[in-house]
Nanobody, 120 residues
Framework: QVQLVESGGGLVQAGGSLRLSCAAS????????MGWFRQAPGKERDFVAT????????YYADSVKGRFTASRDNAKNTVYLQMNSLKPEDTAVYYC?????????????WGQGTQVTVSS
């Protein structure tokens, strides 16, 4: 019932920046906590960041804290992940996901992912 489409991935040198976007369908986007996850080759999916339905609260994995910033524009049904000071270890497919605010950790909807590659 909620479709998510990520964009903005690509190839960047270490130390560079990228901004990922996740566009959501549906008229109840503001009811969803949004999360960002990533999966590196041969690795399991890892949590990256989350942002509350209102956008007033964020939480980040230690590995990206201070470098990544999640934000959202509910009027545009879009969530963003600004990634600065990128490292080769950040290379992964990045996914956005949606969890209804009543079930905060139950991410029922997922995007298709966007590749981020950071070269040394």
């Amino acid at each position: 019932q909620v479709q998510l489409v990520e964009s903005g991935g690509g190839l960047v040198q270490a130390g560079g920046s990228l901004r990922l976007s996740c566009a959501a369908s549906g008229r109840t986007f503001s009811s969803y906590t949004m999360g960002w996850f990533r999966q590196a080759p041969g690795k399991e999916r890892d949590f990256v960041a989350t942002i509350s339905s209102s956008g007033d609260s964020t939480y980040y994995a230690d590995s990206v804290k201070g470098r990544f910033t999640a934000s959202r524009d509910n009027a545009k049904n879009t969530v963003y992940l600004q990634m600065n000071s990128l490292k080769p270890e950040d290379t992964a497919v990045y996914y956005c996901a949606a969890a209804h605010y009543t079930t905060p950790r139950m991410y029922a909807y997922w995007g298709q992912g966007t590749q981020v590659t950071v070269s040394s």
